[in-house]
């Protein structure tokens, strides 16, 4: 791969939102910064919903500090990406969404549970009305196996079951499973 960008000075900077940061590289860091404010301020903008952005928003612009960390001249694009990464895990910079370099397969190995959960919702969303159907068929099918299993937890925990514990609102002692139905009626 040929690099175009040859003994170019890069600026790695930080932006410190309260106990947060972000860290950046740029050729320019007058435009960055610009370019920073205009993606923070303006909706349209694919990128205006980033955590650095929504951040920056919560607090203020004139309540962040940005801080130059350094100048290096370097051979190539990818040396200063190099860079940057480093000052990302140095300054443990969480605001970042993107990491230079970062291939799809590495990122969906370090967010694998946060993409999990959030397929899981958005099947359970668009599939509410299916997943509730197949749960009444398992019922239909299975009742007797499920009437055995409670009655069997029944046995087994009787005794807990049967504990009263006093009602918040009014002191009245009540087992914990009518405990619902008492504040409804009640309160």
């Not at 040929?2 to 050729?27: A, R």
């Amino acid at each position: 791969m040929i690099d175009i960008y040859v003994d170019m000075e890069y600026t790695f900077y930080k932006i410190q939102v309260g106990n947060e940061c972000y860290v950046g590289s740029t050729k320019n860091f007058k435009n960055r910064m610009s370019e920073h404010k205009y993606n923070c301020r303006n909706e349209k903008k694919r990128i205006y919903n980033i955590k650095v952005y929504k951040s920056i928003r919560e607090v203020g612009w004139d309540k962040i500090d940005v801080m130059i960390i350094d100048k290096i001249i370097y051979n190539s694009k990818h040396e200063a990406f190099d860079m940057e990464t480093k000052y990302m895990n140095m300054f443990d910079a969480k605001l970042n969404s993107r990491y230079p370099k970062r291939s799809m397969k590495e990122y969906y190995e370090a967010n694998k549970e946060r993409i999990a959960e959030r397929d899981r919702k958005k099947y359970r969303e668009s599939n509410q009305e299916m997943i509730r159907e197949r749960g009444k068929k398992y019922y239909q099918a299975n009742k007797e196996e499920i009437a055995e299993k409670k009655k069997q937890y029944y046995e087994a925990n009787k005794e807990k079951m049967k504990e009263k514990i006093p009602c918040q609102i009014c002191d009245k002692m009540l087992r914990k499973d009518c405990m619902k139905k008492h504040i409804k009626k009640i309160h």
